[in-house]
């Protein structure tokens, strides 16, 4: 084994034993997302947007990559119901960290 598939197996293992500080941390009840690698760049073929009839009752939320196993699935964008009118929507996004990627889910403000 060479030195840099030792270092992503010591990496990967961090990163598991990691996953229930994650847990405890996660604002919806889903899995946490680690990863070792970055996720890709968004896809070149940019979203349409639809029109929204009333953007005080709906928003587009963008598209954005998950873990799928090993490897990243891209969740296409979709229109999605405003809770009020002046909530914020936050992205869902991945943040880059000392042991790898995490994933943080999107959410309102």
């Known amino acids: 084994m060479n030195k840099k598939t030792f270092a992503r197996l010591c990496l990967m293992l961090a990163l598991i034993a990691a996953l ?10 889903q ?3 680690v990863s070792v690698d970055p996720p890709p760049p968004a896809p070149l073929q940019v979203e349409a947007i639809p ?16 873990l ?6 891209w969740v296409p ?11 914020v929507w936050s992205s ?12 943080e889910q999107g959410h309102w403000e």
């Not at 229930?20 to 009840?29: G, I």
């Not at 960290?97 to 994933?103: A, P, V």
Request: hydrophobic content about 35%.
């Open 92 to 103: 869902a996004h991945w943040m880059q960290h000392n042991y790898g990627w995490s994933f």
């Open 51 to 66: 029109f929204m009839s009333n953007p005080q009752t709906e928003i587009w939320r963008p598209g954005y990559w998950v």
């Open 31 to 33: 899995e946490p997302m």
């Open 20 to 29: 229930p500080l994650f847990a405890a941390c996660s604002s919806e009840n």
């Open 68 to 73: 799928s196993g090993h490897d990243f699935a």
């Open 77 to 87: 964008g979709k229109t999605i119901p405003r809770p009020s009118p002046t909530a």
